[in-house]
Nanobody
């Protein structure tokens, strides 16, 4: 599976962005797909995930109510819509995917085998 993340950019606080993660080589319908982010000098952290088989979306507490993860099976693409962005959301955002991620491990980066290259989101105050 190859993942291509896009959609990052510079936005003012309170603004919105939509990130996209397009997959090739295997459809998302057999995968769990997550978004992670890594700010300078910090460890990579979980942001959101979607489980295609059986449904289910998951968010870290700091983005609940502001970010929405969704998928388009026909386009084999997962989206992360980010609203009410804050300066602390500034990071490189990565999408990741794996067919074997379970409920108990969906927030762990080590659970995901396939990773995209990252897209930079910068939120100015």
């Amino acid at each position: 599976v190859q993942l291509q993340a896009s959609g990052g950019g510079l936005v003012q606080a309170g603004g919105s962005l939509r990130l996209s993660c397009a997959a090739s080589g295997r459809t998302f319908s057999s995968q769990t797909t997550g978004w992670f982010r890594q700010a300078p000098g910090q460890e990579r952290e979980f942001v959101a995930a979607i489980r295609w088989n059986g449904g289910g979306t998951y968010y870290t507490d700091s983005v609940k109510g502001r970010f929405t993860i969704s998928g388009d099976n026909a386009k084999n693409t997962v989206y992360l819509v980010m609203n009410s962005l804050r300066p602390e959301d500034t990071a490189v955002y990565y999408c990741a995917s794996d067919p074997a991620v379970g409920l108990s491990t969906v927030r762990l980066s080590r659970s995901y085998k396939y990773w995209g290259q990252g897209t930079l989101v910068t939120v100015s105050s």
